[in-house]
């Protein structure tokens, strides 16, 4: 009976090697997807009044967690049964992706007021800041479900040739870690300038080293955000163009025949493909609106 239990604890201790080991590949894959994860909700997690940052991000937080418990299970059962479905369900993120950083882009060249910037207007109304906040919130939670989708299918990858208990801890280790510590980082983001107010009347004494910390903080927090902007819109597209180049033949061929970096390559792919569907969608949007428009 003895020798049956430590045998067992033998085994999950294996078991538990297994993982950590196979969690620091799947960790390696994943880190420059969990870099644009992390730029791109940073940038739609800002923008808001102080007070409401830490709601906000709680509940793009909550998503993201629901986001993984709805992907894990499917993509342990398209990944057995139906692999094929798994690269569509890609495909299709890429191109929203793609037109979601190309809308960006758009937006910039024209003009377009940015919805952060309508957030931080002192004439909103609750209302209005109410509906903005709901579209804000929605639209992170939904890119959070296809960079998880990205994230989760590339971890995956790497544990498929394992027993499919290590493919469930190693996946989920690793979509745990895609959750807390992205959205931690990000929560630190957005809260730079609190906590150098806080530093700044730390003391009396003028000019004392918390204050030039704490000015330094609230000074860089603007960069920071705008910084993190141009990084999660480059972000999205290379994102976007790296789904194509790696899981559409004609596309991977394509682009292995170009002489620049792979990076380069993949932004610019996605680049081309958002613009295409930015007057796709744009038709669709007049079709649908002028249909809803009639009903009502």
């Known amino acids: 009976m003895a020798s049956g239990f430590f045998a067992l604890l033998d085994d999950i201790a294996a078991l538990?090697?297994?993982v950590a080991v196979m969690s620091k590949v799947a960790a390696k894959k994943t880190a420059g997807i969990l870099g644009d994860d992390l730029a791109v909700n940073a940038e739609k997690a800002s923008g808001f009044i102080s007070d409401r940052e830490l709601p906000v991000l709680w509940a793009i937080t909550k998503g993201s967690f629901l986001n993984k418990l709805i992907i894990l299970p499917i993509a342990f059962l398209l990944s057995a049964f139906i692999p094929i479905a798994v690269i569509v369900i890609?495909?299709?993120?890429g191109l929203y992706l793609a037109y979601e950083g190309a809308e960006k882009i758009y937006e910039f060249l024209t003009g377009h007021k940015h919805k952060s910037e309508a957030i931080l207007d002192p004439n909103i109304s609750i209302e209005e800041l109410q509906v903005i906040e709901k579209q804000r919130i929605k639209s992170a939670i939904l890119t959070d479900f296809i960079l998880s989708i990205e994230i989760v299918i590339i971890a995956l990858g790497t544990v498929t040739k394992e027993p499919i208990s290590t493919q469930i801890m190693v996946v989920s280790v690793i979509a745990i870690i895609a959750t807390i510590g992205v959205y931690g980082i990000v929560?630190?983001?957005v809260r730079m300038d609190e906590f150098g107010l806080k530093l700044i009347n730390l003391n009396e004494r003028e000019d004392s080293f918390s204050d030039k910390v704490g000015n330094l903080l609230v000074n860089a927090l603007p960069w920071v955000i705008k910084g993190l902007a141009v990084i999660g819109t480059l972000a999205l597209l290379s994102v976007a163009g790296g789904v194509f180049a790696h899981n559409v033949p004609f596309f991977h061929h394509?682009?292995?025949?170009?002489?620049?970096?792979?990076m380069l390559v993949e932004f610019l792919l996605g680049l081309i493909i958002g613009l295409l569907t930015l007057p796709i969608v744009g038709l669709f949007k007049k079709i649908f609106g002028k249909k809803t428009a009639v009903d009502h």
């Not at 682009?255 to 792979?262: A, D, H, R, V």
Request: aromatic share 6%; charged share 15%.
């Open 16 to 18: 538990m090697d297994d």
């Open 90 to 93: 890609l495909v299709l993120g």
């Open 187 to 189: 929560a630190l983001i």
């Open 254 to 262: 394509f682009t292995e025949t170009i002489p620049l970096p792979g």
